[in-house]
Each structure stands twice: as C-alpha cells, then as structure tokens.
C-alpha cells in the first residue's frame, strides 16, 4: 500500500536524508561512559530539531535520572489506530580504536556500506522510519496512522530509567502497539521478521584473597591466589559438555513449539557458514540442542571479561590480591529474571573457599524474553510490507539479543512489540568496524512508506 507522489518524494530527497543520517550517527553518543555525555545530548537535541521541523507535535525530551528519551506525536487520524514507534539512539563504545579501518564516528561509505559505530545499532534503522514519517507529512500533510514517537537514550546500557519515564509519562505512551526499528534481519536476500527475543541479566565479580598483592616466592602456597579461585569458580557455571550447570537458572524455560522449529527448518540454515564466517569451529553446543535454538530459544551464561594481577610486559612474581569479571546472560522464553539472578549468585557463593571472599553486583535490574503472538494483527501487517516490497513472504526468525523495550511495554504499558527494522544481524553490531548497508536504506525507506498506511489499516483499533 503506498501513494506515488510519497515515493516520488522519497526518492528525490533519499540524497539528503542520507547525508543528513552521516550526521546523526556521526554524534558520538555512548551512553555507559560518561566521558560521551556531549555526544548523548547533541544526538537528543539533533533528533528532536529534526522531528520539530518534520512536522511532529508535542515534540519533548523525557528525564527520569538518565539519558533523555525524545518524544514526539501526531495524532491527528481519528478511528485509526496508535502506534508507539521505538528506536534508540544511544551506541556502544567504540573501543578497541586500533581495530577500526576508519574512525568509528567519521562515517564512511564504502563498498555500498555505512561503516560507523552505530551506523546498524540503530541510528540508521530509526532514521528510515523518521524519513518514512517526513515524506508522508510533506507530501499529503498528514499520517495515514496516529503516531507517537519513543526514542532512548539508554537501550545499550539496559534501559535504566525506561520503566520510571513509562510511569511517569504513561499517559504519553498509551498506545494499540509498539513498533520497534530496533531489532534485525536474519541474513542479506533472505526476508525475515522477528518474533522473539531473549532476555538478559548482567554482573560484576571481585574475588578477593588477602589485601595486597604478594611476593610469589615468600607467599606462594599458603596464601590463596585470588585469579586461580576465580578461574575455578567460574568453571563451575557448565559441565564438561558445556550445559549450564546452576541448579535453578533455567527454572520456567519453556519448551520451543512445533512453529519455532518449523521456522528454524524453513530457513535452510547452512551451519558450517556460520562458524566460517567468524572464524569459530562447532562443537561447543550443548548436547541436544539445535544451532537456531541454542542461538535464539536457549539461555547463556557468558564471561564477557576476566582480569586480575599483572598484566603489563615480561614478567612479575607476585599473587594477585584479587580478580574480577563480568558476566552476562541470555535467557530464554519463560525464564524470571529475578529467580535466574538468585540461581546464579547462590551458585558463585557457594562455589567459593571460606579463606576467599567474593562480591558480587548486579549491573542491570534484567529483562525478561519476549515472544510476540503467532496472530498479532501488527505482526500480520508487517509481514505483508516485506511481502510487497522483497516479492516474497518473510520468515520468521528470533532474536539471540535483548531489547529491554518489548518485556517492559508488555508489563508496563500492556502493549506487544511488533519488529520493522533494516538493520542485519551480521553488520558487526557492538564489534570494530560497524556497518550499515545502502541498499537497507532504500529497502527500508520503501518498506516504512507503506507500513504506515498498513498499519492504519489495521481493524478494530485496540484500546
């Protein structure tokens, strides 16, 4: 469903939008260190002129001890239904900077690509469905579907503030559905949509043997070394076959249906191109366990980092006081965050000697997995666009990241979380060098042209 004096816009301006998307993602906002904040409040202020000058109303920037999230409205089609459309504009760090061909805030195109942090998670992603929001303003003066606007600035560092601006401002963000440019496709030429994701909970260690580092020659043997411990303890979290080995974390996991695996099946999966691809080998699966389903349905326990004593050129004789890590997880369909966090730090402190001591954070409340129903008329919706504009069905596929946005509009605000994003799942999102495709830029413009209207379409509004 689209207009032809919209697509007509959209491709007499696509130049412009593009040049004015380099800028956007050149603002280097990285919400987890405080260094960036300049970068978080210029990204804000530049979204929020923008959809000032598209034509949005009500256009403001939502606290709650944060990052701002920018709002914006119009809700000037009456009997059609709300959309909330989500997006975020905060990024990961870049490091490491010795890894990037090109600097990672001075996007570059080459090869038919935006090379950026940020370029795919998801500046450019929300930009396409803010363009799509222009063009229909500018050529017709209206949107074919009552539209509000939640862009954040904390999606990379789990969402912190986003439940109290949701109770705060829940009046703002009363909607039928929340749509997401967050997200991902499977793989290039492949028409997909999502319709899960996995949750996630998050930790800092510290292990602590004595109160100073120690000569390893006048210490060593009676003295505990700190590393060793930690090493042991967080061997203990799988078995030799690599199957979490926390009693408790896994309680509620839900049995993946007889559609997840058809899916699975449907997407003639090539295995060995995966692993090729990052230069991994097979072999670390748990047993019984499909990739796709290990990948998008299973939950992880992972150490994202590990470090403690000497770390500097040669050699040093000494045994470290203490060592630390920093572990994340993804949990699957089912799964309570609170109850996985308590299984799991029971399981560490059990694990530990009594001469050690370990402390023990929780860097992030958690998020719980989020599955969207089979028949949701949004998602029906969606899968049609894709239909139209790729000439084929979309597959549906899960998510193995986390968007913290879905489980808390389903809790908070009772809405499902419907995915439209053009991002790919291999454009070495949160990794050096960071890419976004060209040609996802114009599929995507064609894609949220119509999606709009498709959405407007959709009846009985809900409520």
């Known amino acids: 469903m689209s207009v032809p004096a919209v697509d007509e816009w959209m491709e007499a301006n696509k130049a412009r939008l593009l040049d004015e998307l380099l800028g956007f993602i050149a603002k280097p906002s990285v919400s987890t260190d405080p260094s960036y904040k300049p970068g978080m409040d210029a990204a804000a202020a530049l979204l929020a002129e923008r959809l000032t000058r598209i034509g949005m109303h009500n256009v403001q920037r939502l606290n709650a001890g944060g990052h701002d999230a920018v709002y914006a409205s119009w809700l000037d089609a009456p009997g059609a239904p709300t959309i909330l459309v989500y997006g975020h504009y905060d990024v990961q760090p870049p490091d490491p900077l010795d890894q990037w061909e090109t600097p990672p805030f001075e996007p570059t195109i080459r090869d038919g690509r935006i090379h950026a942090r940020g370029a795919s998670d998801d500046k450019s992603p929300l930009w396409i469905a803010v363009s799509a929001m222009e063009a229909w303003l500018a050529v017709t003066g209206k949107l074919p579907v009552n539209v509000k606007l939640l862009l954040e600035g904390e999606e990379e560092v789990g969402s912190r503030s986003l439940p109290a601006i949701m109770q705060t401002h829940r009046d703002l963000l009363t909607a039928d559905v929340l749509i997401s440019a967050d997200g991902g496709r499977w793989r290039p030429g492949t028409p997909t949509t999502n319709t899960n994701s996995r949750g996630n909970i998050g930790y800092e260690i510290t292990l602590r043997t004595a109160n100073?580092?120690?000569?390893?020659?006048?210490?060593?043997?009676?003295?505990?070394?700190?590393?060793?411990?930690?090493?042991?303890?967080?061997?203990?979290?799988?078995?030799?076959?690599?199957?979490?080995?926390?009693?408790?974390?896994?309680?509620?996991?839900?049995?993946?249906?007889?559609?997840?695996?058809?899916?699975?099946?449907?997407?003639?999966?090539?295995?060995?191109?995966?692993?090729?691809?990052?230069?991994?080998?097979?072999?670390?699966?748990?047993?019984?366990?499909?990739?796709?389903?290990?990948?998008?349905?299973?939950?992880?326990?992972?150490?994202?980092?590990?470090?403690?004593?000497?770390?500097?050129?040669?050699?040093?004789?000494?045994?470290?006081?203490?060592?630390?890590?920093?572990?994340?997880?993804?949990?699957?369909?089912?799964?309570?965050?609170?109850?996985?966090?308590?299984?799991?730090?029971?399981?560490?402190?059990?694990?530990?000697?009594?001469?050690?001591?370990?402390?023990?954070?929780?860097?992030?409340?958690?998020?719980?997995?989020?599955?969207?129903?089979?028949?949701?008329?949004?998602?029906?919706?969606?899968?049609?666009?894709?239909?139209?504009?790729?000439?084929?069905?979309?597959?549906?596929?899960?998510?193995?990241?986390?968007?913290?946005?879905?489980?808390?509009?389903?809790?908070?605000?009772?809405?499902?979380?419907?995915?439209?994003?053009?991002?790919?799942?291999?454009?070495?999102?949160?990794?050096?060098?960071?890419?976004?495709?060209?040609?996802?830029?114009?599929?995507?413009?064609?894609?949220?042209?119509?999606?709009?209207?498709?959405?407007?379409?959709?009846?009985?509004?809900?409520?």
């Open 212 to 463: 100073t580092d120690l000569h390893s020659g006048r210490y060593g043997g009676p003295v505990g070394n700190a590393a060793m411990v930690l090493a042991r303890v967080l061997a203990t979290l799988h078995d030799q076959e690599n199957r979490i080995a926390v009693a408790g974390f896994m309680d509620g996991l839900k049995r993946p249906s007889n559609a997840d695996f058809a899916s699975m099946a449907a997407l003639g999966f090539d295995e060995a191109a995966f692993f090729s691809e990052i230069g991994a080998r097979p072999g670390a699966i748990e047993p019984g366990a499909q990739l796709l389903e290990s990948l998008w349905l299973r939950p992880t326990i992972e150490v994202n980092g590990i470090w403690g004593g000497y770390q500097g050129p040669g050699g040093k004789t000494v045994i470290p006081k203490e060592a630390h890590a920093k572990l994340t997880c993804r949990l699957g369909p089912g799964m309570d965050p609170g109850r996985a966090m308590d299984a799991l730090e029971a399981h560490l402190r059990a694990q530990v000697p009594a001469w050690a001591d370990i402390e023990i954070t929780r860097s992030r409340g958690g998020t719980a997995a989020y599955v969207v129903p089979e028949e949701d008329p949004f998602l029906l919706a969606v899968e049609r666009v894709i239909a139209e504009v790729h000439g084929q069905k979309p597959l549906r596929v899960g998510v193995g990241g986390t968007l913290p946005i879905s489980a808390m509009a389903k809790e908070r605000l009772g809405l499902e979380t419907v995915m439209l994003s053009y991002a790919i799942a291999d454009e070495r999102i949160h990794a050096p060098n960071e890419f976004f495709r060209l040609s996802s830029f114009d599929d995507g413009l064609k894609a949220w042209t119509r999606a709009l209207p498709m959405f407007g379409a959709v009846a009985p509004a809900r409520g």
